[in-house]
């Protein structure tokens, strides 16, 4: 029986985006309209969970342009969405060319912003091609600066995607004493979160235990899971779009003393790296704060990744938690801790939760217990 009840997520208020996104155009930019070409900025802003479709921001209207697959698929999502938009169909394999160079000269951009982390140089050569009128200017994360204060119906979709995560695994964890395979430990957890009602994986889950968890992307193999080996779960789901994201690092029966000074170490970095998290404190400060405690116990060089990350309709998005973010953590923001130790030979351990942001600490939404010994 689920702990997350996807029945009752509240309705999410997308249609006020584009507002803002104007807002942040004036203030911040000098762009006059935006063309909005990554997909999980297309659905933020406008609901639409299609495969193909851009958005143009103008000051006058939001023009959403698809294909003729997603023609029926639009209207609706948008409607349903609440998103005042125009939407312009082409016939499928044609390019937008035509509808979105009328609507920048109709509504006189002359600066048209381009998202520029995500557009190749192929699509710019084309873009510039299409709009020769419009000067394209480069700009970095726009729509993103938006994502990265979620709102509390957003909060809701991923408080109930680490639900079903939490929930997937109570249920399996038993399942590693009787040694399945990483493989086969990772499908059932893929589809103990389906079977909860997320819509997939956020991830490839990693199912890394013994040696293979020494590295921290291992891929599940289709080694046994043994006694006394650490075993790194890393996994997540999707429920509504939003992504969810945790670790946890186990042992069936007693691991070797070297394993479980690993663990303490990281469980006490990771705990602090979680105290650390509130309003106004650098990202880069819950970094040092979880980093100092690796490096006192002498695996400063094993801890080879960044403390943490966003979470949101993406699976890594702003703010990345480590030593060279520039961000400061706000009240709003979803960003995960996960300090980790990896000795080659001998395995590895991390330990992430997923954390919201509060103006006084911070609020978890990743619950599963953390329990060395199974
Ligand atoms: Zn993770
Ligand atoms: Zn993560």
Known sequence: MSTADLSVLPPMRTGARAGRLRGALEAGTDVDALLVTRLPNVRYLTGFTGSAGVVLVTGQELLFVTDGRYRTQAAEQLEAAGVDARIAITATGSSPRDVLARALADSGVTRLGLEAHGVTWAQQRTYADWFAGSELVATEHLVEGLRITKEPEEIARIRAACAVADDALAELLPLLAEGPTEQEFAITLEHAMRDRGASGNSFDPIVAAGPNGAKPHARPSTRPIERGELVVIDFGCIVDGYCSDMTRTVSVGEPSPEA???????????????????????????????????????????????????????????????????????????????????????????????????????????????????
């Open 260 to 374: 479980r000074h690993m663990w303490d170490v990281v469980i006490e970095s990771q705990q602090l790296g979680r105290d650390a998290v509130r309003e106004g404190v650098t990202a880069a400060a819950v970094d040092d704060v979880c980093r100092e405690v690796i490096v006192a116990a002498g695996w400063g060089e094993a801890f080879a990744h960044g403390t943490g990350h966003g979470v949101g309709l993406e699976i890594h998005e702003d703010p990345r938690v480590a030593s060279t973010s520039s961000a400061t953590l706000a009240s709003g923001h979803v960003v995960t801790v996960e300090p980790g130790v990896y000795l080659p030979g001998i395995g590895g351990v991390r330990i992430e939760d997923t954390l919201v942001v509060t103006d006084t600490g911070s609020d978890p939404l990743t619950l599963a217990p953390k329990v060395l010994v199974l």
